[in-house]
């Protein structure tokens, strides 16, 4: 008689829960997700709108430009743990 808990993938997940982060995106993060979704959403608007893509291009360079100083100069990194760590 077998006591294994394995899953059909023959693993456990036991090892696959101790890889996985468990903690919320920190703003950084955030930032990092951002600037390509600004890209995106202003070629999205560029298509729909009928803009430029010189324009579209301009006004997704303004809000990534914007998120970057926001997240290197007003809410800079700083090194320690993370507000949520306990």
């Known amino acids: 008689m077998s006591t294994r808990t ?3 993938d023959g693993f456990s ?15 950084h993060d955030l930032v990092l997700a951002v600037i390509p ?3 995106v959403l202003t070629l999205v608007a560029a298509v ?6 010189q324009a579209a291009i301009a006004g997704g360079s303004l809000v ?3 998120a970057v100083v926001d997240a290197l100069f007003l809410h800079p990194p700083t090194r320690g743990r993370r507000r949520d760590d306990t």
């Open 48 to 53: 729909v709108l009928d803009l430029s893509l």
């Open 13 to 27: 997940g036991q090892y696959v829960e101790q890889q996985l982060p468990r903690q919320s995106p920190t703003r």
């Open 6 to 8: 394995d899953g059909p």
């Open 37 to 39: 979704a600004v890209f």
């Open 64 to 66: 990534g430009a914007v």
